[in-house]
């Protein structure tokens, strides 16, 4: 399957490099988590001390929150691990990444929590 990526800037000078579109080729059973696990291995995140970025589906809703201070990405309670929602009409599957800085990834997956109504 392809998959389209998007990100944030990180920086003034990253903004240059708008807007961060990364393509790759990626077998479809990998799921939600592996292509996350995929991108990461790829270093399309840039590494800025201890970022945190929350990944988005084509819709908006948040799916997973990836951290460097985690091992792996966490997905979030409600999100679907397969790709059939980031699917477009010509089968690409998209994906955006919002840049939340340093924050506390920790902090950031419970408030998504809570905004989805989650315990």
Known sequence: ??????????????????PHEGTWELPEQLGIPGVLAALELDRYLPVVGLSTWVARGPDGAALAVVA??????????????DVAGLMDADGVARLYFEYRAQADPDVIYDDLCEAQGQP
Do not use: H, I, Y
Request: without cysteine; charged residues 40%.
């Open 1 to 18: 399957m392809k998959v389209v990526a998007t990100r944030e800037s990180v920086a003034m000078g990253d903004d240059v490099l708008a």
């Open 68 to 81: 460097r201070r985690w091992r792996k990405p966490r997905m979030l309670p409600g999100a679907r691990d």
